[in-house]
């Protein structure tokens, strides 16, 4: 079965090239491998406190681990991007893979902590290598009006690693050892090197460092990605402890309840990628962070203690956090219509980052204020977040202010001709 390939994938000459699966299979490989990745961070997430007593370090310092695999994928994406700009998509990503693969692989055997960090470096550099350009593939694969969802659909293989990664972690951490779980999250990585190669050869505009810089001095851009990093310091400040702080009250439900939150993630995610194709990305993201808001600062604080209603504000919690992502890419894109990959690379640089931010700020509440502080840290940078959009430009004419996003440049047939 074949389909019809949007003209933006190419083959070397510049001819379109027919794909080997349809569009939305592609899309399905491409969503593997973010699970692969997603599912790094959250299996430690679920497994802190076994990583901990295991090489001897407290549950804060092991939460580091999430903070070096941030900042590496932060300062290697654009480095990496520039480095193997010309590369066909479908090796660079496969590279990325396997990269993370060997990364995840060595955790799996790590004695000691700054071993164990040295691996998350790994795993950190070849998911900055894959995460990109698994956005601006998609964005390759599919038109204008299908991007939203395309975008929803490749990071919701971080949401579905939401999802399985917390009860995974806890449950077959019992059964085999947190080693063992670091050695499934290896073989997904494999899984996505391997996948990759059944894409059709994607070819996009080599953007050097003096492109890039160009774009993030854009004030569109600069400002999105700050309100990117700060939402998602929030999201993960307290993500990243969760399995810590609920398990007094959870107990023995703590799996279930971290799946419950998994899957509010997961709904808030898919609901996002088609309303932001419907109304833009503003009204989705101002309610995600008006929710964040209420859930993070006043209701999990008051129900910390009190397993049934953790039942009911963590899924919410899960909704909104889900929401949050795929409207910030969708502005990303709209704020440099010209250089979408550039600004996608960009923005899986702030996620990360902010992904650090959110983990070193978390550990240090977690152990100096306690944790029923994470809340409330969580909920003054969801603020922030919202403040900073404030300084975006906003004109009738900005593709992102009226909730349409231009095609990419290049979104005409390239042929023999054309190309030269």
Not at 56 to 84: D, E, H, I, R
Not at 270 to 289: H, K, M, Q
């Amino acid at each position: 079965m074949t389909c019809r390939l949007e003209p933006r994938a190419v083959g070397g000459r510049g001819r379109p090239v027919r794909p080997r699966l349809p569009t939305g299979a592609l899309l399905g490989l491409l969503t593997i491998g973010t699970f692969a990745v997603g599912a790094d961070s959250f299996v430690l997430a679920g497994m802190l406190s076994p990583i901990a007593s295991d090489l001897s370090v407290s549950v804060a310092a092991a939460g580091q681990l999430t903070t070096a695999f941030a900042v590496t994928y932060a300062v290697a994406a654009p480095a990496l991007a520039v480095l193997l700009g010309n590369g066909d998509r479908r090796f660079v990503l496969a590279a990325g893979g396997a990269l993370f693969a060997l990364g995840a692989a060595l955790q799996a055997s790590s004695t000691s902590m700054p071993f164990m960090l040295v691996a998350q470096v790994l795993a950190g550099a070849g998911a900055a290598l894959y995460v990109s350009n698994a956005t601006a593939t998609a964005g390759a694969l599919v038109p204008e009006a299908r991007r939203g969802r395309a975008l929803a659909m490749v990071y919701g293989g971080f949401t579905v690693a939401t999802l399985a990664g917390g009860p995974l972690g806890l449950v077959a951490a019992q059964a085999v050892g947190w080693r063992g779980v670091l050695g499934v999250v290896a073989a997904f990585g494999v899984a996505a090197a391997l996948g990759t190669l059944a894409l059709p050869a994607v070819h996009l505009p080599k953007a050097t460092m003096a492109r890039r810089v160009g774009v993030l001095g854009r004030r569109a851009v600069l400002v999105t990605l700050l309100v990117t990093m700060l939402a998602q310091a929030a999201v993960m400040g307290a993500q990243v402890y969760l399995p810590t702080i609920l398990t007094p009250a959870a107990g023995p439900l703590l799996p279930v309840l971290l799946a419950a939150t998994g899957g509010g993630i997961v709904v808030g995610t898919w609901a996002s990628g088609r309303l932001v194709d419907r109304t833009g990305p503003d009204p989705i993201r101002y309610a995600a962070f008006a929710g964040l808001t209420l859930v993070l600062g006043a209701a999990i604080p008051v129900v910390l203690g009190h397993v049934g209603w953790l039942f009911v504000v963590m899924p919410v919690f899960g909704l909104f956090a889900g929401m949050v992502l795929v409207p910030q890419q969708h502005r990303l894109v709209a704020a440099a219509p010209d250089s979408p990959a550039v600004a996608l690379g960009w923005g899986s640089s702030a996620i990360y980052l902010g992904a650090a931010v959110g983990s070193v700020a978390g550990g240090a509440v977690l152990a100096g204020a306690g944790p029923v502080w994470l809340g409330p840290l969580a909920a003054g940078l969801v603020v922030l977040a919202l403040l900073a959009t404030r300084l975006e430009p906003r004109t009738p004419r900005d593709p992102a202010f009226v909730g349409r996003t231009p095609p990419f440049p290049d979104n005409r047939p390239r042929t023999a001709r054309s190309s030269r």
